[in-house]
């Protein structure tokens, strides 16, 4: 995990739930389907959580995978597809709002080589990508005292960042200038999400 002083910060609610305002405000009469989206960071630490965040916002990582015990152990539901959340940075200050669209439960070998190179981190190959999470795994299931095990089942979610407009508008242009089309498979797999 770090050091203590790579602990990440809390999550900023009140600026978040401005954020979720302001994202509501751009959108047509109604809004979006939640009051309030849950509030988010990726990683375990304020390093971890920053750096993912960076990927997001860059247009780099559009997907990211959880282990379906964390929500159980955190008394919070699986995503739902088109769902909404807020994530947030190692200091707990909300960047971006994401939207769920495809969602899928599988073992954490379940992975495929899209999967691990839309998640967008370190090498972006299926091999770094088993390698880098079953340690990520291990150690935050052994911080509450739980062992891993190949048949846990693994939430793997792709998303799109809704806001601000500027990150939402870098994935578009990371698509047309490397001329790939989205990966998010609308409807899909509607089972999960990290």
Same mark, same amino acid.
């Given at each position: 995990?770090?050091?203590? &002083?790579? $602990?990440?910060? +809390? ?5 978040? $739930? ?5 994202? *509501? ?46 929500? *159980? ?17 190692? &200091? ?16 954490? &070998? ?20 088993? $390698? ?31 806001? +601000?407009?500027?990150?939402?508008? =870098? ?8 001329? =790939? ?6 409807? $899909? ?6």
């Amino acid at each position: 995990m770090g050091t203590v &002083d790579d $602990a990440p910060g +809390p999550l900023r609610r009140d600026e978040a $739930a401005a954020m979720w305002r302001a994202y *509501a405000a751009t959108r047509p009469a109604g809004g979006p389907p939640e009051d309030e989206p849950p509030v988010e960071r990726f990683g375990d630490s304020r390093s971890l959580a920053d750096e993912l965040i960076a990927l997001v916002l860059a247009g780099t990582k559009r997907a990211t995978a959880g282990l379906v015990a964390d929500f *159980a152990h955190d008394g919070e539901p699986l995503p739902r597809v088109g769902g909404h959340w807020i994530a947030c940075d190692g &200091d707990g200050r909300p960047r971006a709002v994401l939207r769920s669209t495809e969602l899928r439960v599988g073992r954490l &070998d379940s992975v495929d080589d899209a999967f691990a190179r839309d998640e967008g981190e370190a090498d972006r190959t299926r091999a770094g990508w088993l $390698a880098g999470h079953l340690r990520y795994f291990t150690r935050t299931l052994a911080v509450r005292g739980e062992a891993w095990d190949d048949d846990l089942e693994v939430l793997f979610e792709r998303f799109e960042v809704v806001f +601000p407009e500027e990150a939402a508008n =870098q994935e578009a242009a990371d698509q047309e200038a490397t001329g =790939q089309e989205a990966t998010g498979q609308e409807g $899909a797999d509607q089972e999960g999400a990290d």
